[in-house]
């Protein structure tokens, strides 16, 4: 780097301040001064700004491909692209919303670790409580019997001792490992503020692509926690024989195990973030609702009468109990009502009714539905006939 006279420091003019620059950089083409050439040359031996296939310096940006491009790039790659000069587009580099979206992510991420590293510390202490408990266990039992207990319970705590050590032992290499890239989160921080605040319009452009690339390599690590089993609750077991009465024939106190649980932890990234605000959450009401004729069914008339139902919005003929089970009315005989589960496609119950039955619905397992020649009726979900009558209806009429 050659010494400059009468020129500013260009790193410092982009941050409005006016100071005489010590050096020229022949590459950027602006001037550095004193206290910004150490991370000016840092920046430079960190961002590459020549192509490493045809070893040419990067001249236009591929918008396309979203790739640097020296001439010979163009020729063989990007003919048919939309190319875009990288002086023109470096201009907007430190002020783009790119650092901030990649600062959030930063933050995101380490309020994520924080989470997870908290709730493997508390997952540590339950493990604590969890052995207490169960040595508290075993030595009440051992308490009762004779002294033929020693050997066992001497066994039976080295087992407890193990799992927890084991467990532990896990727990604390998985949050070391969190830790560590936490430590190159902050790194990254630290980085990514000098850069915008000490490097050149064209380093920050570069560095804002190796930063990016960085932050999906940690965003891959987060997402990686939860899909892997670090993140599951780790849970001792104790499992005592039943058989201490018959003490001399026991050759161990019981099992120490070791069972996890789905993680309690869920992570949202900025990024998901973003996508879900752009997402328009657009209420409506019934007044906003116009109807549509889709299509017509002709039936032809016979000499029997028609009677056709369950066309209503409101529940008729059919209802759900739960989203597995629902309740059905029937209008033939056997007259009944059946509980059917639709999972596997089996009867759970039958109501008996005394006539035909229309228009059933569902309220806190009760069944509200209308019996011809009876009225409205109330049935609970799990009896097999007792019904109440809510209106009674003479004639016969039918009711949806």
């Excluded at 206290?35 to 020549?50: D, G, L, P, T, V």
């Excluded at 430190?94 to 991420?109: C, D, G, H, T, W």
């Excluded at 056709?308 to 739960?322: F, G, K, L, N, R």
Aim: net charge negative; charged share 25%.
């Amino acid at each position: 780097m050659a010494s400059a006279s009468g020129s500013y420091c260009g790193v410092c003019e982009a941050q409005d301040v006016v100071k005489a620059a010590a050096f020229w950089c022949p590459e950027c083409n602006e001037g550095i001064c004193t206290s910004c050439e150490k991370h000016h040359r840092a920046s430079r031996a960190s961002i590459n700004q020549y192509c490493p296939e045809h070893d040419k310096k990067y001249q236009l940006y591929c918008s396309q491909h979203e790739q640097l491009c020296c001439p010979l790039c163009i020729t063989t790659n990007h003919k048919k692209c939309d190319l875009l000069a990288i002086d023109e587009i470096v201009k907007t580099s430190r002020n783009s919303a790119l650092f901030e979206i990649m600062e959030q992510n930063l933050k995101e991420m380490k309020n994520n670790i924080d989470r997870i590293v908290e709730d493997r510390r508390q997952n540590l202490e339950i493990i604590k409580q969890q052995r207490q408990g169960f040595q508290t266990d075993i030595k009440e039992m051992r308490a009762k019997i004779n002294i033929h207990l020693d050997k066992l319970e001497q066994e039976i705590q080295q087992d407890l001792q193990a799992a927890e050590q084991k467990v532990m032992s896990q727990i604390n290499r998985f949050v070391q490992n969190v830790s560590d890239h936490e430590k190159t989160i902050d790194e990254l921080q630290n980085n990514i503020a000098a850069t915008k605040r000490f490097a050149t319009d064209l380093q920050t452009f570069f560095g804002g692509k190796m930063f990016e690339a960085k932050i999906q390599e940690e965003e891959k690590f987060m997402t990686s926690l939860i899909e892997d089993s670090g993140l599951q609750q780790i849970h001792l077991q104790c499992k005592l024989d039943n058989k201490m009465s018959d003490i001399l024939s026991m050759t161990k106190i019981g099992e120490i195990s070791v069972t996890t649980k789905p993680s309690t932890i869920s992570m949202t990234t900025d990024r998901e973030k973003q996508a879900q605000k752009r997402i328009p959450t657009i209420s409506k009401t019934i007044n906003d609702i116009n109807l549509t004729l889709l299509k017509q069914i002709e039936i032809s008339k016979g000499e029997n009468r028609i009677g056709i139902t369950a066309c209503t919005i409101m529940p008729s003929d059919v209802t759900c109990i739960d989203e597995n089970t629902v309740a059905v009315t029937h209008n033939a005989e056997p007259y009944q009502i059946e509980i059917i589960n639709i999972v596997n496609k089996k009867i759970v119950n039958q109501i008996k009714t005394s006539n035909q039955c229309y228009g059933i619905t569902n309220e806190n397992e009760r069944l509200i539905y209308y019996e011809v020649g009876s009225g409205i009726q109330i049935a609970d979900v799990k009896s097999e006939s007792t019904a109440t009558t809510v209106v009674k209806v003479d004639g016969e009429h039918n009711w949806n």
